[in-house]
């Protein structure tokens, strides 16, 4: 049976480019695994059209976790793309402290190594 991986990486950043470019990644980082049998969340990939077509505004981080963290219960494991920016990204931080807490695995994804 595969394993649910949830897939963190960042996203917050001032510049819209930056989070759209995040956005790709995450989607690609996404299929990679699938390709791989893997069963994939990505916050990310999911939530950023999401709130562009969704919502006025950027919405807060802690908005953001609040609807994430459920799916992260539910996960095997926590892959982290490294992406610039993942260890500054409080986002990251909680996820990991989080899947720590929980005693679940936790791996990273370097993006050269996604196709």
Do not use: N, T
Request: aromatic letters at 12%; hydrophobic letters at 45%; charged letters at 20%.
């Amino acid at each position: 049976m595969s394993k649910l991986v949830y897939l963190g990486s960042p996203y917050s950043h001032p510049s819209e480019s930056i989070r759209h470019q995040r956005w790709i990644d995450a989607c690609r980082a996404a299929a990679h695994l699938m390709r791989q049998g893997l069963f994939v969340f990505s916050p990310i990939a999911h939530s950023h059209p999401v709130e562009i077509h969704g919502f006025d505004a950027q919405q807060s981080g802690k908005f953001w976790m609040a609807q994430d963290l459920p799916w992260l219960a539910k996960a095997d494991e926590l892959c982290v793309l490294l992406l610039p920016g993942f260890l500054e990204s409080a986002g990251i931080k909680q996820e990991i402290a989080f899947a720590g807490e929980r005693g679940m695995p936790i791996w990273y994804l370097d993006p050269a190594e996604v196709a």
